[in-house]
């Protein structure tokens, strides 16, 4: 999460947090 905030906050890795939060998403969907 604190990674997550922080490439938020840069504002300059946009892409790679988007990619990171779908990432997320599917290991959460898959573990259910």
Do not use: H, P, Q, R
């Not at 999460?1 to 290991?27: C, H, P, Q, R, W």
């Amino acid at each position: 999460m604190t990674l997550l905030k922080f490439n938020f906050a840069g504002s300059s890795e946009i892409e790679f947090d988007m990619g990171y939060y779908v990432i997320i998403l599917s290991y959460c969907l898959k573990k259910i």
